[in-house]
């Protein structure tokens, strides 16, 4: 059972824009940023979105993200057919002073 | 290009311990902090800890508090974690990951993975 709650799967046509969410608690996203990792089949994880919406340097401007309150989205437009992997979100945990993470959402592009 | 080269897949039985490697390379290795994130097959991701390259301080996982120890060499850019009295619960891959100096230190570069394998 992870700390933070996503929806385990997710999917778009390509070209579609689709939504994952995050929700947390006051102890994690409603009192610290939320980072986003993508991780392609059989590889490690790679930051996509810092900061609740930062993109890293070479991340597409088609991934964004948003945070409200103790939920966070992440958002990916002009879906492509590499867009399909697993997606993570981590927040901050005051409460177990480590980083969470939720459970994953596997993105299919039909 | 920064990169983070770990050890190899190991198999261990129940009981016996484990050090994994993290080889960084392309930045200053002091300069940034390290974790540690394991997945087990099919799951999602776990923080297993963390390391101060700096000044060696450390801040594990509370499930895996007293199995779990990180070090580092500033000699070799090289970072482990050792974990002890292995049980199948522990088979997964092991990620380390440095946390960038990015606002909210996300983990900016991560290492390929190293397979832990605990069967009898």
């Known amino acids: 059972q992870s700390v933070l709650t996503q929806p385990p799967s997710a999917s778009g046509t390509p070209g579609q824009r689709v939504s994952i969410s995050c929700s947390g608690s006051s102890s994690n996203v409603g009192n610290n940023t939320v980072n986003w990792y993508q991780q392609l089949p059989g590889s490690a994880p790679k930051l996509l979105i810092y900061s609740n919406g930062q993109r890293p340097s070479g991340v597409p401007d088609r991934f964004s993200g948003f945070k409200s309150g103790t939920s966070a989205s992440l958002a990916i437009s002009g879906l492509q057919s590499e867009d399909e992997a697993d997606y993570y979100c981590?927040?901050?945990?005051?409460?177990?002073?480590?980083?969470?993470f939720g459970g994953g959402t596997k993105l299919t592009v039909l | 290009q920064v990169q983070l080269v770990q050890s190899g897949a190991e198999v261990k039985k129940p009981g016996a311990s484990v050090k994994v490697s993290c080889k960084a390379s392309?930045?200053?290795?002091?300069?940034?902090?390290l974790t540690w994130v394991r997945q087990a097959p099919g799951q999602g991701l776990e923080w297993v800890g963390w390391?101060?390259?700096?000044?060696?301080?450390?801040n594990y996982a509370q499930r895996l508090q007293g199995r779990v120890t990180m070090t580092t060499d500033t000699s070799t850019s090289t970072a482990y974690m050792e974990l002890r009295s292995l049980t199948s619960d522990d088979t997964a891959v092991y990620f380390c990951a440095r946390e960038g100096q990015l606002n909210g230190s996300p983990f900016d570069y991560w290492g390929q993975g190293t397979l832990i394998t605990v069967s009898s």
């Open positions: 390391i101060s390259v700096y000044n060696g301080n450390t």
């Open positions: 392309n930045y200053t290795f002091t300069n940034y902090d």
């Open positions: 981590a927040a901050w945990d005051d409460s177990l002073n480590g980083p969470v």
